[in-house]
């Protein structure tokens, strides 16, 4: 439905795009633009890996047949190994010190740091604080021990996973719901509105806000495509896409708030830790850290403990 | 084509039946390490549709030797043999286009992760390109690089293919160096039987079902019993 | 508009002898060149990524492996030797038994081709000898040979949920009572059928019978019992079923049957005992039938998956052009309900299955009605079985019928024959599309006790 003489804008995502917070940033997005833009620009979505899933998407935009994407910050640790600083276990204490982490000058040069790979990174999306769940109650790291978890394809992840004495299992998103509920796998990690939008809830003993990681998303796009833009429209575009950015992300924590209430009003059995037990499974899964320090770099590492200070 | 086998079909159908039978065992190790060795097998998964990939693509073209493709032939046997000749060439050079436009496509999306140029052109390939990004860096999700008793046999592709710059997993122009190899063989096997047509030694390209072979044994034990 | 192009640019191909895969293809290939801006290397990654990015299709190499080495004709033998025993002695009894083995092989078997060969070949012969006719015999196979597709395991299931990301596993549950429906409507009509006729009956040949042949057959039956029993279990992924499956089928062919491998003999003398020769367990891995065996599966999962691969190709251009978006819009504008949206549904696939082989259908179909049946409020899973249904008939339906096909070179019949003859039993499965289509319970009731709902939480 684009006309003729406008730049078409082909976003290409995983999620639906009307509840996961992804989407709905998505389509606000797609709607500013072809509102605002009419005549300059078009923007078409492609939701629910129609079009490409996170492991293609990248590589579709370096070929330039997508331009807009925003896969799970996981993805980027191909392109540098920095990105491995959001997964390590326990970095960020909330999702406020996650926030002033990517808005510092180390968060910034981040969204930089892939123009040699071709991508230049937009803005930080959120989801949220990752939580677990396993089919018995996890309250200490050691009821983690010998179960088999579902974990998103990352060395950090399988690492944290060995360093609980769990088992990390690889596995399509699409085939965890039925692999936690005939027990394949024993358990996940994910963020409330994930457990809530996939039921993960209905097939586990329950969740343990454990809050040990994150899960947020990079909207990111080529570098060739955006310096092929008249710079005027690029300025455009890129003004709403930061206010869109600062839209949506001060809902994440209202979305994950909710699903975290609809997964209780839907009977799921939600645990918080003690003190103690969480002092536990920091001790249990912050050695990971050594393994990849030199990966994340010493001064990302500094500025992800100030950001989580600052934000006392 | 009911021609002799040469060496190098044998060792496409022993490239295919290997294949399959490791996607089986390590997919069923999988599910050993889980249950009896408590661990998983991470890159069993990836490793096993790399082989799917290989095994269909380069089966693919020997298939065309075969005649395995599956097609609709109804209206090709309602016609007088001349007629069928000519709509038989007519079929095999589009499956030439097609297989010169997928070796196209192929090496321009293989090429750059093996530093290599793409092509210039829409269409056909107008040269290559002149300024590309390279992406020999860019990294497979769960395989790492193989080790076999300490010795390190793709080291060396660090060397050629990433500045020397250690990879932690296999890069993806080893997988998908299957496609360009894959459509020059398919290309190979389309104009080998347009030849074949041409002289009149084949009468169709295609299969008109998956069991044609297995039918014909099954007809000729009931016409024995 | 330009959409009815594109597919009549790849019906024409079809005709013209271009190989299914080719057509999908090249016509997608010319429409994205022409009418899009993606790049051809796009098409060479939607290419691999069949592969890579649809880790559900992994299951359909493994259960044709398993099927292979279950179609060595021991199995089949086995599995008839019970079905008479059991029901043999009814009027019309060998007929009947034709369809009891049909769907037990069918629980053996994704496919229906295959389910045809194995069982038609033995049960064909039987029933010429006892005095059916051969046309009889054909018709009965023929339609009961289908089933292979909606008996668990099902090669076409499985494409259904990839197309469309549902659960194979509740796919698989869904389609055993519409299975065991479906024979039974066909038993049921040999039965009126050979009461009419007064067609011969066999002779009740005791319990003793019944329980040795059914000894004979557990080893190849407990196959289901792994697949199904496996996957509701929770101990494998469909993908890790169908694996299992085929190395118990190769354990059981070559070690317990000893049909083939180190341990088989020629016809009529014993086989080897593993006691004696030891050395089999190596050797059965690098035999040459265990190699052929291999390399046959291998050829029949390159053919279909080149096909499906190039389907995918389609679906990629479509979705980048956004015509199932289109073609949604215009259906709903149109005001289409459930029931009338069904109808279209059935149309569409009963035409297209008379040029496609049903997987290749299947992957192009399912992402294009599949967003309106959910805006419907359509069950994800009762859609997937009548698509399958739809296939089957699409199977036993000149001019393009694989089962016709098939069945016409096992019998050694002419094809319109084998129409002619297959009519009566078509008309039941016609019946039983219309029960399925209307009737969602009997699809869903199993999966929903077992699995709950399939959820769309896209
Ligand atoms: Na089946
Ligand atoms: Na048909």
């Known amino acids: ?312 | 084509m009911h021609e002799p086998r040469t060496a190098f079909d044998r060792f496409q159908e022993n490239f295919v039946a290997v294949l399959l039978g490791l996607m089986t065992v390590i997919t069923f190790a999988n599910v050993v390490a889980r249950y009896i060795l408590n661990t998983g097998i991470l890159w069993g998964l990836e490793v096993t549709v790399f082989l799917f990939g290989w095994m269909v693509l380069i089966g693919a073209a020997y298939a065309v030797k075969t005649k395995s493709h599956l097609g609709v032939d109804a209206v090709l046997l309602a016609l007088a043999p001349p007629r069928r000749r000519q709509f038989g060439l007519f079929a095999a050079l589009c499956c030439i286009l097609y297989a010169l436009l997928l070796l196209k496509g192929s090496w321009d999306y293989w090429a750059n992760f093996a530093n290599l140029p793409a092509t210039e052109g829409r269409w056909f390939p107008l040269g290559f390109e002149e300024k590309f990004r390279a992406k020999g860096w860019y990294e497979t999700q769960d395989t790492p690089m193989p080790e076999l008793f300490g010795l390190h046999p793709l080291d060396w592709i660090q060397d050629v293919f990433n500045e020397g710059e250690e990879y932690e997993k296999i890069p993806r122009l080893l997988p998908y160096f299957v496609l360009p190899l894959a459509m020059a063989l398919l290309l190979y096997r389309y104009v080998q039987a347009f030849v074949a047509l041409w002289r009149g030694r084949l009468d169709s390209l295609v299969a008109s079902h998956e069991a044609e072979e297995a039918v014909e044994e099954a007809a000729q034990k009931l016409k024995d019993a | 508009m330009e959409v009815a192009l594109l597919f009549l640019l790849i019906i024409g191909l079809l005709l013209v002898g271009v190989p299914i895969a080719v057509s999908l293809g090249l016509s997608s290939i010319l429409f994205l060149l022409v009418f899009s801006d993606s790049s051809l290397a796009s098409i060479a990654q939607t290419l691999f990524s069949a592969f890579e990015g649809h880790y559900t299709l992994l299951a359909i190499p493994f259960f044709i492996l398993a099927s292979a080495f279950m179609s060595t004709g021991g199995v089949a033998r086995r599995i008839i030797r019970f079905s008479i025993a059991c029901v043999g002695h009814f009027p019309g009894g060998l007929a009947i038994a034709g369809v009891f083995a049909c769907m037990m092989f069918a629980a053996l078997s994704g496919s229906s081709p295959a389910t045809v060969v194995a069982i038609g070949t033995i049960v064909i012969a039987g029933m010429r000898q006892v005095g059916y006719t051969k046309e009889f015999a054909a018709g009965v196979i023929c339609n009961a040979g289908t089933l292979g597709i909606l008996i668990p395991p099902s090669i076409v299931m499985v494409v259904y949920a990839a197309a469309v990301d549902v659960s194979v596993g509740r796919m698989f549950l869904a389609g055993v009572l519409p299975g065991l429906l479906a024979g039974g409507m066909l038993m049921v009509a040999i039965y009126a059928i050979a009461r009419i006729r007064n067609l011969p009956k066999g002779e009740w040949t005791g319990w003793r019978e019944v329980f040795a042949a059914a000894r004979e057959a557990v080893w190849g039956l407990l196959l289901i019992v792994i697949i199904l029993g496996g996957i509701y279990g929770g101990v494998f992924t469909p993908t890790e079923a169908a694996a299992v499956a085929a190395v118990y089928a190769f354990l059981i062919a070559t070690f317990v049957y000893r049909d083939m491998g180190p341990l088989a003999t020629g016809d009529g003398r014993a086989n080897l005992s593993l006691f004696r020769h030891p050395a089999a367990l190596l050797t059965a891995l690098v035999h040459p039938d265990t190699r052929r065996t291999l390399f046959e599966a291998g050829k029949l999962t390159v053919t279909l998956m080149f096909v499906i691969a190039n389907a995918l190709i389609l679906k990629h251009v479509l979705t980048d052009e956004q015509i199932p978006q289109q073609i949604t819009e215009a259906m709903l504008a149109a005001g289409f309900g459930p029931i009338m949206f069904l109808i279209v549904v059935n149309v569409i696939l009963l035409i297209g299955g008379q040029f496609m082989e049903p997987s290749g259908l299947l992957v192009i179909v399912a992402p294009l009605v599949f967003p309106i049946a959910m805006e419907l409020g359509i069950d994800p899973i009762h859609l997937g079985i009548i698509m399958v249904v739809n296939m089957e008939i699409g199977m036993i339906t000149p001019p393009v019928g694989l089962n016709l096909f098939v069945t016409s070179g096992v019998a050694g019949m002419p094809m319109m024959a084998v129409v002619k003859a297959a009519l009566p039993f078509l008309a039941v499965l016609f019946v039983f599309l219309i029960l399925i289509t209307y009737v969602p319970w009997i699809s869903t009731v199993v999966p929903h006790t077992f699995m709950g709902p399939e959820l769309i939480t896209n």
């Open chain 1, 1 to 312: 439905q684009c006309d003729e003489g406008e730049t078409v804008i082909k976003f290409s995502h995983v999620t639906n795009t009307d509840k996961h917070p992804k989407g709905i940033a998505a389509t606000l997005l797609a709607e500013r633009v072809n509102t605002e833009m009419n005549g300059k620009a078009c923007m078409e979505v492609f939701p629910n890996s129609t079009l490409y899933d996170d492991n293609k998407v990248l590589e579709a935009m370096l070929q330039g047949d997508v331009q807009l994407a925003a896969p799970s910050l996981s993805k980027f640790e191909k392109f540098t190994k920095q990105f491995r600083i959001f997964d390590l276990p326990f970095m960020f204490k909330d999702i406020n010190a996650v926030e002033a982490f990517q808005a510092s000058d180390a968060g910034q040069a981040m969204l930089d740091s892939m123009q040699r790979r071709g991508l230049q990174g937009l803005a930080y999306w959120h989801n949220g604080m990752k939580q677990m769940s396993a089919n018995k109650p996890l309250l200490l790291p050691t009821d983690a021990q010998g179960l088999k978890f579902r974990v998103q394809s990352s060395d950090v992840l399988a690492a944290q996973m060995e360093a609980l004495g769990g088992t990390p299992q690889a596995m399509a998103f699409s085939e965890v719901y039925g692999a936690l509920q005939q027990g394949v796998v024993d358990g996940q990690e994910n963020t409330w509105s994930n457990i809530y939008g996939k039921k993960f809830f209905e097939v586990q003993d329950g969740i343990t806000e454990t809050n040990h990681g994150i899960i947020d998303y990079l909207l990111v796009t080529s570098v060739d495509w955006l310096d092929s833009l008249d710079p005027a429209v690029r300025d455009q575009f890129l003004t709403i896409v930061a206010e869109v950015t600062e839209a949506r992300n001060k809902e994440s924590t209202a979305v994950n708030a909710a699903a975290k209430q609809s997964v209780i009003d839907a009977g799921g059995v939600v645990r918080t830790l003690t003190p103690e037990q969480r002092a536990a499974w920091v001790k249990a899964m912050k050695p990971v850290w050594d393994k990849f320090a030199d990966d994340v770099g010493a001064d990302n590492i500094a500025a992800a403990q100030s950001a989580n200070q600052m934000t006392n």
